[in-house]
């Protein structure tokens, strides 16, 4: 199992320095991958290309692009341009996003999703895995009058998929490399989520499927202050549905009650809950959350973790 984090600096004076600055540093502790969101703000696959190429060794992965607002051929060329240029360390995260950010962003109603998510990894594989697509599919198309091939990527992008329900499991475990669930603890993945996703991969005869649990959590001695600051910056997920059903099932109620707080032999545990839950990776975000003291201790941790 390897163990990674999520980068996030936009709060620096320049984005990308701050970024590249804290890979480094993860790389050095001995983390194995470096995550990154995608919102409103940088380019994810941007910033893992150059993340890739400045800091050698170490994988880099979008976490994730919402399918709505996107088109699979220019997803495709941002992806397969940062594998090439990382010379396949790169690994393309999407997710179905929500219902607010969609339709408050784009204007797009936020309407069928597992079957939009359906129609882009489809179009999405062709692209990646040939260089070519002739899709045509209800809700989108995707042709290639040109080629589409990037050289240096031929061997494809693993794509995975922030998917927790079962319709958005079925569908990755059938056409997606994994998976990167958020928010769902170990009860939740072993009970629900790992099986549902391997039983759809291997009806579609396709290979075990990654599980990358991306896990809030940090290593600190003043737990019930940083949980509290956690449960404030988590509270927006509890909005949403999607999140909502999978903290329940992992037998939370608050976001903040499956993150990972607490010393290093408490985290430390966590960690191989995970494994012994399905996980076949732990990427950890928020662990600047308790100051820089903190955040440097749990990724020495980690790193000491990283199989």
């Excluded at 129609?119 to 594989?125: G, S």
Aim: charged letters at 20%.
């Amino acid at each position: 199992m390897t163990v990674g984090v999520a980068l996030d600096a936009f709060e620096a004076e320049n984005q990308v320095d701050a970024t590249v600055r804290l890979a480094r540093e993860a790389a050095a502790a001995g983390l194995r991958s470096a995550w990154f969101g995608q919102t409103f703000g940088a380019d994810s696959p941007q910033l893992a290309a150059i993340v890739g190429r400045e800091v050698p060794g170490l994988h880099v992965g979008t976490s994730a692009i919402p399918v709505f607002g996107r088109h699979p051929v220019p997803v495709a060329s941002q992806a397969l341009t940062a594998q090439a240029a990382t010379h396949g360390r790169y690994h393309l995260g999407l997710a179905l996003g929500t219902k607010l950010l969609t339709e408050t962003g784009f204007g797009l109603p936020f309407e069928r999703p597992v079957a939009r998510l359906r129609e882009f990894l489809t179009a999405l594989r062709q692209l990646t895995e040939t260089g070519a697509a002739d899709f045509h599919g209800e809700l989108l198309t995707a042709t290639t009058p040109v080629p589409a091939r990037v050289p240096g990527a031929d061997d494809g992008v693993p794509v995975l998929v922030a998917a927790m329900g079962p319709q958005a499991l079925r569908v990755s475990g059938e056409l997606a490399d994994g998976i990167l669930p958020y928010l769902a603890g170990p009860r939740a993945l072993e009970e629900h989520i790992v099986p549902a996703v391997t039983a759809a991969a291997a009806a579609a005869g396709r290979p075990a499927p990654r599980v990358v649990a991306l896990v809030h959590g940090v290593v600190t001695d003043d737990v019930a202050a940083v949980r509290a600051r956690a449960t404030e910056a988590l509270a927006f997920y509890e909005q949403i549905p999607s999140y909502a059903r999978v903290i329940g099932l992992s037998g939370g109620r608050r976001a903040s009650d499956v993150a990972v707080i607490g010393d290093a032999r408490t985290v430390e545990a966590e960690v191989r809950r995970y494994r012994d839950a399905g996980a076949t990776e732990v990427v950890f975000s928020g662990t600047g959350i308790a100051g820089e003291a903190d955040r440097r201790r749990t990724w020495d941790l980690l790193g000491s973790l990283a199989g």
